[in-house]
């Protein structure tokens, strides 16, 4: 079998899943609090931290909770539900009798009797605004909010009234939660190319402005440019085309280009109660305006907002910097403390080396698991990632679901049009046709990502080492995710008595990842030698390991130590050439580090080569006995080693040579191990040490703590190549098959 048939059997093998985007908590709430609080409607909008959820109901009720990218939420208590033909969403048509009327001041000539005939329909698009909306979905209760229901009701965009999607439906969720909350400035959307971005945050800016007094909204993009043609193309044909009792009037031009300003309010004139004899002239003026700016750091500097988009904002390149904007921009949107405004913000991202890192920084730094001690993210915003086989354009079927995997049974899209392949089946296919361009292939990661690396993929010029195969080999464990496990875990002495036999004790909280433990008699094997222990399985493997010295650092930052382990070929029933260890951690001391690295290697019997520039780590292993462990840097003979290396061993990382011969141990093993070969895949399944190779850099070498530790495991199990007295290959003359020439004299011979 070809090594391309294999690789589509293996897809083949993990293409057929099915996942969700989130979870109903059940049971999070006590029975009778629920029922006790719904009873009396005492659910109250935003952030409760009783129960650490954020609740979107207005009515006083809830329903389901929702946990969507670790944000639970609070659905509202299902209302009054709405039954589509066909049982599925359907835009319903605006009444032509309605349709007449353009502006509120045409609605006051119409007569009473007309007036009394429309406003229960007008009141209840008004609730229907205001709560959401519930409906049958292919006999499924739906709960959509306000929001969305404007978007999909109301929002004319490129291609008409826009479908439901259930990606969509989850990320209105996720969003009101972000304007409920009141620890957050809103959300930051990681999301694939035409996900509809655009136009959800243009209906948003249009529907909030339309309900708000004395507010500003604003609009920012990756240029000026793409900024005004947002507005133009999005932001006013959605105002323009909403219905006149939905739609205040407007100063200036009816499309313009720069600024819309709204001014009388159209709601207060659809309300049933309203004075019969109260004139629109009477009204107080909204005084709201909708504009966009250009791009640059100090964009809306200094100005109150009650929402800014920020679109594209993983594409801003050099020298704008979104991150130097957002610091700017987030004091726009709070007073003192409080949180007056929010921004929705969305994008792909650019590669990251033209601006994509900064947007990546910001998106992790919108992690709702990491907050600080006032309950706010780093960056203040909530991140939300929704995959690419969720929203793409000719996958989704009539439901507004994702057709992931080829159907079986007749399958139509919205418009009915029949969807014959599955979304995961094009998406191999069309990196299957990118293998041989890799920055080809990385960008349509980028546009189409299906996870979070994906998104961030960066460019391949800028590696060190053979880049494509160690995306291969990423792509080809995130396939896999489901059925190579991975066992994160903790080493322990036996009974807490140190010194005797260590165990390895899985843990979901453990500091290792393993993918290998040896077998009964191998484990714990060693020997004593001259009164120190020494390793029993140095025939099977060794580790490398780039320690630290210091518990705690001033700002808290300190690297990680890291340690690998890496096995050899050997007679015994160990897998040859393969990392089955994995650790970067920086516990709360040096000592556990240090005694995490020792349990290790008595636990597998292997040697370790350490970095000795931070020599607390070998102290410590000289101290309890087992110097023995430690390799003594294998490019000098033992009379050259200074006085300190002869009594800890290891080796430096100051030198040249030393750096150089790193690099290359971690090159040959990329090329030999990793990624596609004739074979299949190499089987390196850590993820954190192929992305730290991707991103190594051998003049800084600080930063890549999984790169060091899984170099120095490969010289270690390869010392024999850097010893002083290694025999070295002459070099000897090759045959190309070309004629030799002497050209002495006037003409040219052939040496014979």
Known sequence: ?????????????????????????????????????????????????????????????????????????????????????????????????????????????????????????????????????????????????????????????DVGPPDFRESNRLFYIFWEACKADYRCFGMDYLKNRRSGFSFMSSGEIVNLATISTDSRYGILSKSGPDAKKMFTDKVVPISVNYPFFFKPIQDGMDRPKTELAYRIPASKLTRRKLDANENPEDLKGLDTTIDWKNTGD??????????????????????????????????????????????????TSNALDKGGDNFKKLYYASDVTRRNSNGQTASGLYSLFIPMEWNYEGYIDSYGFPVFNTPKKEVEDPHGTKITQGVIEYWDNEVQGLKSDQDSLNEFYRQFPRTTKHAFRDESKQSLFNLTKIYEQIDFNEDLKNSIKLTQGSFQWENGHKDT???????????????????????????????????????????????????????????????????????????????????????????????????????????????????????????????????????????????????????????????????????????????????????????????????????????????????????????HRYAPNAPRQKPQAVDLGFKKYDNKGSTSKIIS
């Open 501 to 719: 036999k260590v165990i390895f004790v899985p843990n979901k909280n453990g500091r290792f990842l393993v993918t290998w433990v040896p077998p009964l008699h191998l484990q714990n094997k060693r020997y004593i030698k001259n009164g120190t222990n020494h390793p029993g399985n140095d025939h099977c493997g060794a580790f490398g390991c780039d320690p630290y010295d210091i518990s705690g650092t001033v700002d808290g930052r300190g690297s990680n130590g890291a340690l690998h382990g890496l096995t050899k070929f050997s007679m015994e029933d160990v897998p040859p050439n393969m990392f089955f260890l994995e650790y970067i951690s920086r516990p709360q001391t040096a000592e556990i580090f240090f005694e995490d690295v020792l349990m290790a290697c008595v636990f597998y019997g292997m040697p370790i080569l350490a970095e000795n520039n931070k020599p607390r780590l070998l102290y410590h292993f000289k101290r309890r006995g087992y110097r023995g462990y430690s390799i003594n840097r294998p490019d000098r003979k033992y009379n050259k080693l200074s006085v300190t290396e002869r009594e800890l061993g290891g080796i430096p990382n100051s030198s040249e040579d030393i750096k150089q011969a790193h690099a290359a141990a971690i090159e040959t093993y990329i090329n030999d191990f990793v990624g596609l070969k004739e074979t299949g895949y190499g089987d390196t399944y850590f993820q954190r040490t192929l992305e730290d190779w991707a991103k190594f850099d051998i003049n800084n070498r600080t930063k890549h703590d999984a790169s060091i530790s899984s170099g120095l495991a490969l010289m270690a199990c390869n010392k």
């Open 298 to 347: 100090n964009s809306y500097d200094g100005e109150k907002l009650k929402l800014l988009v920020h679109d594209e904002s993983g594409k801003w390149e050099r020298p704008n910097n979104i991150l130097n904007n957002w610091r700017v921009t987030k004091t726009c949107l709070r007073l003192g403390s409080r949180v007056i405004g929010k921004c929705m913000m969305g994008s």
């Open 1 to 157: 079998m070809s090594s391309r048939d294999l690789l589509r059997v293996e897809l083949n093998l993990t293409s057929m899943y099915e996942q969700t985007l989130y979870k109903v908590l059940d049971n999070y709430i006590k029975a009778s609090t629920l029922k006790k609080k719904n009873r009396h409607k005492t659910w109250k909008y935003g952030y409760d931290g009783d129960h650490d959820m954020v609740i979107i109901s207005k009515t006083g009720k809830i329903g389901e909770i929702y946990e969507i990218q670790n944000l639970k939420i609070a659905l509202p208590a299902e209302f009054e539900t709405h039954n589509f033909k066909d049982k599925k969403w359907s835009h319903t048509e605006y009444p032509k009798e309605l349709n007449r009327i353009k502006t509120i001041f045409d609605w006051k000539e119409y007569p009473e009797d007309f007036k009394e005939q429309w406003y229960d329909y007008i009141e209840k698009e008004f609730e229907r605004r205001e709560n959401g909306f519930w409906f049958n979905n292919k006999s499924n209760l739906t709960y959509i909010t306000g929001t969305h229901y404007m978007y999909l009701q109301w929002s004319k965009i």
